[in-house]
């Protein structure tokens, strides 16, 4: 005997809507644990207070459940709680099966509730050369769906701004290396902003400067870096949602993601992209200065023996040259919608 758990969201509440979401949750969940209906005990409903229109257990008919026991109940309110959310619980005999083995129902926006009892967080890779826009889209996706940002590049960044403040040379791997242990780097968000800090010290502004740019593109060829940086990222990505931007995303570090995408951009446009970005943070900039140090930290990227940066294989190619950030998001997201995530449109 298993107990299997499931929740979903009808995007209104309507007898139609309502009766589609519960039969989706429910033929994923006997699927997924290769039932039969004749294996299923009882099933018990729970629905926000903003559902009335049909109960759940209608769908279960529908779907062939007519010996099991159903129920239909409606969930505590909690304030600032998911709604439009049906909750679901499946009791049944599966012979074999252990508790363990059972896989648990998420989906649309309840992706979010319990995506560890479905065994696995979403996750969407961004990767692709510096300047092609990867940040300010990943920001915007993570705003639109409620999860977290991790800014791998001002990750490296940091590591670089350590050094350099130190007097470590950011090209010798040997100091880098030995350098490490004092590092702690975290990444904390408040009202849904990203503040990168140094042992303690906020240091998101300061590590924008191009020479920390350029700094980070020198230690990320390093392994020891990486494997210290890579390790922190995958457990921010076993515990929360993630949009996930960087060099080596969906082919190292994230190779699960359930989107994957690789933007990029011309050398003159992300050129004119970095020139604005430094302008517009009070940093002097020399368009041929800016143009040659991407160039060179493209090049540094592609060819470190390290985690390369390169196109995973199952990534969608996204050119951002000329294309608005809105539109770009657009397009991610409905890549989004294509893996069952139901999305609000932006």
Request: with cysteine; glycine share 6%; proline share 2%.
């Amino acid at each position: 005997m298993i107990c299997i758990r499931g929740a979903t969201t009808a995007e209104q509440n309507t007898k139609a809507d309502i009766l589609k979401e519960t039969r989706v949750m429910l033929a994923r969940i006997v699927e997924e644990n290769e039932l039969s209906a004749a294996e299923v005990h009882s099933i018990i409903f729970t629905a926000t207070r903003d559902l009335d229109q049909a109960y759940p257990a209608v769908a279960a008919r529908e779907l062939g459940f007519t010996k099991a026991a159903l129920m239909c109940m409606q969930e505590m309110h909690v304030e600032n709680s998911l709604p439009l959310c049906i909750r679901v619980m499946v009791t049944a005999e599966a012979a074999g099966k252990t508790q363990a083995q059972a896989r648990h129902m998420y989906l649309n926006k309840a992706v979010r509730l319990r995506s560890d009892l479905a065994g696995r967080r979403f996750a969407i890779a961004i990767d692709g050369p510096g300047g092609a826009g990867k940040s300010t889209v990943a920001k915007e996706l993570a705003r639109a769906l409620g999860f977290t940002y991790v800014d791998t590049g001002a990750m490296y960044r940091a590591v670089a701004y350590f050094c350099i403040a130190n007097g470590v040379d950011t090209n010798d791997e040997a100091s880098v290396e030995k350098t490490l242990s004092a590092i702690d780097i975290r990444l904390k968000y408040k009202n849904g902003v990203q503040s990168v800090l140094v042992n303690g010290e906020d240091v998101s502004r300061a590590i924008r400067g191009q020479q920390f740019a350029s700094g980070a593109s020198q230690v990320a060829v390093f392994a020891a870096v990486r494997r210290k940086l890579v390790e922190i990222q995958k457990q921010m990505a076993e515990e929360e949602d993630v949009v996930m931007d960087g060099r080596d995303i969906g082919a190292y570090v994230l190779p699960d993601a359930q989107v994957k995408v690789y933007l990029y951009a011309s050398v003159e446009e992300r050129t004119r992209r970095r020139m604005k970005e430094l302008e517009r943070r009070g940093f002097r900039a020399d368009y041929d200065t800016v143009k040659r140090e991407i160039e060179e930290r493209d090049y540094r990227d592609m060819h470190r023996a390290e985690s390369p940066l390169v196109k995973a294989a199952d990534a969608v190619e996204l050119d951002t040259s000329g294309m608005p950030i809105p539109q770009a998001v657009a397009a991610i997201l409905e890549m989004v919608r294509r893996q069952g995530l139901r999305v609000e449109d932006m």
